[in-house]
Nanobody
């Protein structure tokens, strides 16, 4: 069974930093796009940062450009999201997802039934 697990969330003061980790396991395939998504109550889930199956091109939501950095070794199923200069608007449940064989922009913009999701890690930023 393929599983996805996030970690690294927590509570941080505005202006601080967090680093999220995502690990996919239970598969020997290495052609996965990976992405970070976030959701707050009452709002639709949004793509935050994604990387395509073939790397290294990345997509970032406009609201996090220059503050968040996604990293992944080529063909790896381990991904990090370095979040700097956090503000209260970044407060959300952050989810990791994987999908085989798609580009970075597709990963963050399409909701496909083949995507495999983690259960989420909470990020709270206080003033």
């Amino acid at each position: 069974k393929v599983q996805v697990e996030e970690s690294g969330g927590g509570s941080v003061q505005a202006g601080g930093s967090l680093r999220l980790s995502c690990v996919a396991s239970g598969t020997t395939q290495d052609d996965y796009a990976m992405g970070w998504f976030r959701q707050v109550p009452g709002k639709e889930r949004e793509g935050v940062a994604c990387i395509g199956w073939s790397g290294p091109d990345t997509y970032y939501a406009e609201s996090v450009k220059g503050r968040f950095t996604l990293s992944r070794e080529p063909w790896s199923k381990v991904m990090f999201l370095q979040m700097d200069t956090l503000n209260p608007e970044d407060t959300a449940m952050y989810f990791c997802a994987i999908r085989r064989g798609v580009r970075h922009t597709t990963m963050c913009s399409e909701n496909d039934r083949s995507m495999i999701w983690g259960s989420g890690t909470q990020v709270t930023v206080f003033s």
